[in-house]
């Protein structure tokens, strides 16, 4: 997810990475950076797959990830966004004064969610300079996987919440535009649509081969 802030200035994005931003870039790729996948990519429409073990594979991918998300720079990050389909999120939902906070949910879950209600404007990294308000759950309970694998719940509110459920959201493949009116979705896809083609390199409308995509989404 990505988060736009405003101030004096206008608007701002969160621009904090955990590395040493005076190293060469050459470093910085070195460490594991991955391609988002961009809207209209079907990779996004993929339901993940649980996490069995936490194999040098997946760990690397979990540091990669973090790479990934403070260089966009994004607050959090699905697998399937850098085009991996595990159930695996990463959050830092750290001010840009106070010291990084990376955290990792694998497996994370919904188990419960507030009748309240509560609106926030949402961005996704895979959907770039798009945001849109979104009114979802106000307060949520996860039960999700540690880095050790261990069992956890949180009781979340406010921006973790939110950050949550719609990076629990990407785990199955669906978009924060599923929440947003059909009319404003369709006009956002087709913007996307047409500058995949414009680009030449994405293919919109080819589902990927092993898709277990949702062909409907709320
Ligand atoms: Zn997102």
Not at 82 to 102: H, M, N
Not at 139 to 149: C, Q, S
């Given at each position: 997810m990505r988060e736009r802030r405003e101030n004096s200035k206008g608007v701002i994005l969160r621009n904090r990475a955990p590395f040493d931003p005076a190293q060469p870039t050459a470093y910085i790729a070195a460490m594991g950076l991955r391609s988002i996948l961009i809207l209209p990519d079907q990779r996004l429409r993929l339901v993940s797959d649980p996490v069995q073990t936490l194999d040098a594979e997946t760990k690397k991918l979990i540091d990669d990830m973090f790479e990934t998300m403070y260089?966009?720079?994004?607050?959090?990050?699905?697998?399937?966004?850098?085009?991996?389909?595990?159930?695996?999120?990463?959050?830092?939902?750290?001010?840009?004064?106070?010291?990084?906070?990376?955290?990792?949910?694998?497996?994370?879950?919904?188990?419960?969610t507030s009748s309240e209600k509560a609106?926030?404007?949402?961005?996704?990294?895979?959907?770039?300079?798009?945001?849109?308000?979104?009114?979802?759950?106000?307060?949520?309970?996860?039960?999700?996987?540690?880095?050790?694998?261990?069992?956890?719940?949180?009781?979340?509110s406010g921006l973790l919440a939110t950050c949550l459920q719609h990076e629990i959201d990407h785990t199955n493949g669906v978009l924060f535009i599923d929440h947003i009116s059909k009319l404003k979705r369709d006009r956002v896809i087709k913007k996307f649509i047409k500058a995949a083609k414009q680009a030449g390199g994405a293919k919109p409308g080819h589902p990927h081969p092993a898709a277990k995509a949702r062909s409907h989404v709320v």
């Open positions: 260089d966009a720079p994004g607050i959090g990050l699905a697998a399937i966004q850098v085009g991996v389909a595990k159930r695996i999120v990463t959050l830092d939902l750290a001010k840009k004064d106070e010291k990084p906070d990376p955290q990792v949910f694998i497996n994370p879950e919904l188990i419960w609106k926030y404007e949402e961005g996704c990294l895979s959907i770039p300079e798009y945001y849109e308000e979104v009114e979802r759950p106000a307060r949520v309970k996860v039960k999700y996987l540690d880095i050790d694998l261990k069992p956890r719940e949180v009781e979340a």
